[in-house]
Nanobody, 126 residues
Framework: VQLQASGGGLVQPGGSLRLSCEASGFTLNYYSIAWFRQAPGKEREGVSCISSSDSSTYHVDSVKGRFTIYRDKSKNTVILQMNSLKPEDTAVYYC????????????????????WGEGTQVTVSS
């Protein structure tokens, strides 16, 4: 049972990246999934999440209108589409889940995630 994050890379400001969180050993559709990020010298922060119950989504203010989170059920994957990237988006991005809670929102990021994927580096620089 594990999560695997991928899709990071180097992109210029204003560019786009698509991160994937793929599950193995369990069905991702049954669980809420969150993306976190941690920039050098900063605390880890929750960025976006998608609920298991109704696929409702939540984004922190700093990424609203630029990031989209959705499920690719055929691939047992959650996608974080990141557009209009800024240098301040530079961080290691992680996907995670707290399988005990079904509805995402700002509170979801503060639950104790019981499963984490390895991070993927996103660098936004010219």
């Amino acid at each position: 049972v594990q999560l695997q994050a991928s899709g990071g890379g180097l992109v210029q400001p204003g560019g786009s990246l698509r991160l994937s969180c793929e599950a193995s050993g369990f069905t991702l559709n049954y669980y809420s999934i969150a993306w976190f990020r941690q920039a050098p010298g900063k605390e880890r922060e929750g960025v976006s999440c998608i609920s298991s119950s109704d696929s409702s989504t939540y984004h922190v203010d700093s990424v609203k209108g630029r990031f989209t989170i959705y499920r690719d059920k055929s691939k047992n994957t959650v996608i974080l589409q990141m557009n209009s990237l800024k240098p301040e988006d530079t961080a290691v991005y992680y996907c995670a889940t707290d399988r005990a809670h079904t509805l995402c929102g700002s509170a979801y990021f503060h639950y104790a995630m019981d499963l984490w994927g390895e991070g993927t580096q996103v660098t936004v620089s010219s």
